[in-house]
């Protein structure tokens, strides 16, 4: 599992954006999202920089915690 401070995160929208981005590159992710502190946490089988490149993608940048 991965957990990344996403700047950003401002509204249910971008929580949905990220979600729905996260769920294309692997449908079978798992995904926490507090959009309160701005942290995600990510179960896939992805890798940390598949997940950080697909967010980066969309306009929001991470960083690993």
């Known amino acids: ?4 401070k996403v700047a950003k995160i401002a ?8 979600n729905t981005v996260l769920k294309t590159v692997d449908e079978a992710a798992e ?9 995600i946490q990510v179960k896939s089988d992805l890798s940390l920089d ?6 980066d993608q969309i306009g929001y940048p991470t960083a690993v915690i």
């Open 31 to 39: 995904i926490v999202i507090d959009r309160m502190a701005g942290i």
């Open 1 to 4: 599992m991965y957990t990344l």
């Open 50 to 55: 598949e997940i950080r490149t697909a967010l």
């Open 11 to 18: 509204c249910g929208g971008c929580a949905a954006k990220i």
